[in-house]
């Protein structure tokens, strides 16, 4: 799965931003999909990841109850809405299958900043 992340950008403590993830391909709809970021100095983790069907999330504690993931598998697209957002959410986003092993490849990510 290939895919395209945007919808980063520079905010406030306390905004929202809605993170996308375009996927092409015809197999978008088999995968489980996850959100993960890289702050700086700081190995990549896992934010949330989502069942192939939807029905099924999970989060990670720092992000439990501010962020919601979800997708469409109609329009092969992943969205992240990340609310209450802190200056330790700075960091790049990106999207991939769940888990994303050694030999995934990764998009550009999409760069968020949180400022205080």
């Known amino acids: 799965v290939q895919v395209v992340e945007s919808g980063g950008g520079s905010v406030q403590a306390g905004s929202s931003l809605r993170l996308s993830c375009a996927a092409s391909g015809s197999t978008f709809g088999l995968w489980r999909m996850g959100w993960y970021r890289q702050a700086p100095g700081k190995q990549r983790e896992v934010v949330a990841d989502?069942?192939?069907?939807?029905?099924?999330?999970n989060y990670a504690e720092a992000v439990l109850g501010r962020f919601t993931i979800s997708r469409d598998n109609a329009k092969n697209t992943m969205y992240l809405q990340m609310g209450s957002l802190k200056p330790e959410d700075t960091a790049v986003y990106y999207c991939?299958?769940?888990?994303?092993?050694?030999?995934?490849?990764w998009g550009q990510g999409t760069q968020v900043t949180v400022s205080s």
């Open positions: 991939n299958i769940y888990p994303a092993g050694p030999y995934n490849d």
């Open positions: 989502i069942s192939p069907d939807g029905d099924f999330v």
